[in-house]
């Protein structure tokens, strides 16, 4: 009689992607509303189901050894497929409208995983997404513009009691693949950045991080819009700092400069009590950061 194939959990399964995402099982906790305890309790049992270790210690952090590389590319693939059809078993009942503001980096991601997956399961919701500043979306949020808001987090700016955070991930000194970087460090030349126009969590970021390296820089310039950026850099104008999230594939990461720290992700919610579409597309954007997909 041939063995019968295992059946993973699927929450040991979102745990164990959770905390790989996160850099931490206690923030998965946190995350998924449940107790560290369980969690790991959750890891222990999809480690007995694979019959082999997921993760191992490398000094106080847990990292994944080659096992767990494997499962994980699975996991998120089992929670993908078992959202979708959560999503689109529920798809008659819910109805409502929802407006949802992002910035510009996250629109190249957001807009076909999540906003086009939505819309295609719920088609009684009436979807509107709107791409903006920073400022403006928290601006938004304040006067229930918004119902919901992905926003970048600044480190001394606290949250709203209705937000939620995403995540971190790392700032990156970017610039088109033939800036000769070695030209600036080693003649003292200014540094040409191309920034957003004041004020911008990341154009401080870049000029606090220079600064403090003692690297000279300049403002060659400045635009409303990431796209101006990119065309900018593609140009040759000079550098920028921003994330991974929409780098175009002809620009390069720059190794060689202070290291620019990390981010805050930042899902923001309506002071007004949301309704089920909000619910629903918040879950889809909460696991769309912690699973990186």
Not at 37 to 43: E, G, P, R
Not at 49 to 61: D, F, I, P, S
Not at 153 to 182: E, H, M, Y
């Amino acid at each position: 009689m041939a063995k019968r194939p295992v059946t993973f959990d699927a929450e040991a399964l979102r745990s164990f992607v959770t905390g790989i995402e996160l850099g931490s099982f206690v923030l998965a906790a946190d995350r998924l509303g449940r107790s560290t305890s369980a969690v790991s309790a959750q890891l222990k049992k999809l480690e007995q189901q694979a019959g082999t270790e997921l993760v191992q210690k490398a000094g106080r952090h847990l990292i994944l050894t080659a096992q767990g590389e494997v499962m994980l590319s699975y996991a998120r693939r089992i929670l993908s497929l078992n959202d979708e059809a959560s999503a689109a078993l529920s798809a008659s009942t819910l109805s409502g409208s929802i407006h949802l503001g992002m910035q510009e980096d996250f629109g190249e991601a957001l807009l076909p995983s999540i906003l086009g997956t939505f819309t295609r399961a719920h088609p009684q919701v009436q979807l509107s997404a709107s791409i903006t500043r920073n400022q403006q979306l928290l601006d938004g949020i304040r006067h229930n513009e918004f119902d919901l808001a992905v926003c970048w987090q600044a480190d001394d700016v606290p949250l709203f009691p209705t937000s939620r955070a995403l995540g971190r991930i790392p700032l990156r000194w970017i610039g088109p693949k033939n800036f000769s970087l070695a030209h600036y460090l080693e003649t003292g030349e200014p540094l040409p950045l191309l920034v957003f126009e004041a004020p911008c969590l990341m154009r401080s970021a870049a000029t606090a991080a220079l600064d403090k390296a003692g690297i000279p820089w300049r403002i060659a310039f400045t635009s409303r819009s990431l796209g101006g950026i990119w065309a900018a850099l593609s140009a040759g104008l000079g550098i920028t700092l921003r994330t991974d999230f929409g780098r175009p594939a002809a620009l390069k990461v720059l190794e060689d400069l202070p290291a620019p720290g990390e981010i805050g992700i930042t899902l923001h919610q309506s002071q007004m009590q949301p309704g089920e579409p909000a619910r629903y597309l918040t879950d889809a954007i909460t696991g769309f950061f912690a699973t990186g997909q």
